[in-house]
């Protein structure tokens, strides 16, 4: 069973929401998972993390935070989540429930990573099994795990690699 129905009805959702105060352009998140280990967890302060690293679009931010490796939006584009400009008190408050729900992480204990490596400019982590963690983790479109600077990623890799030592 896919943990993270959630995610794809906040996505159904924030499709009809204004987004960076840009017309018509919608929010975009797809995730899925068969780990039992992938969860959800709260949003975490990037500045507590030992390393956090943001998407090239500046959507999206991997962290080691407290054991775990944390997906989760940025504060700015949750901030620019929006009602269509003549929107109804209902999209009002749908407004409201998706920047809520937004405001959560995607969380997988650094414990059960088998491995973490840049790959032709993505980082990959995998599971005990050897099975890639965070795949089809994509904001607009693009794949998350593939949208950072070589740098971060490197640093990002070599971080959990020296918290598994």
Not at 5 to 18: G, H
Not at 88 to 95: D, K, M, P, Q, S
Not at 121 to 133: D, F, W
Request: with cysteine; aromatic share 4%; charged share 20%.
């Amino acid at each position: 069973m896919k943990k993270m129905a959630l995610c794809a009805a906040v996505v159904f959702l924030s499709s009809t929401l204004l987004f960076g105060g840009e017309q018509k352009r919608g929010l975009q998140i797809s995730f899925d998972s068969d780990d039992s280990a992938t969860e959800m967890g709260t949003w975490h302060d990037v500045h507590l993390a030992q390393i956090a690293i943001t998407t090239r679009d500046r959507s999206a931010t991997l962290m080691l935070i407290n054991g775990i490796v944390a997906v989760q939006l940025t504060e700015s584009v949750i901030g620019n989540i929006k009602p269509e400009e003549n929107a109804t008190l209902a999209g009002e408050i749908l407004a409201s429930a998706v920047r809520i729900a937004m405001h959560n992480s995607v969380e997988y204990p650094v414990a059960k990573l088998r491995s973490a490596e840049v790959r032709d400019g993505a980082i990959i982590l995998r599971n005990q099994e050897g099975k890639p963690v965070f795949t089809n983790v994509k904001v607009n479109g693009t794949d998350m795990m593939r949208d950072f600077t070589s740098a971060d990623a490197a640093r990002f890799v070599n971080a959990i690699r020296a918290l598994k030592r």
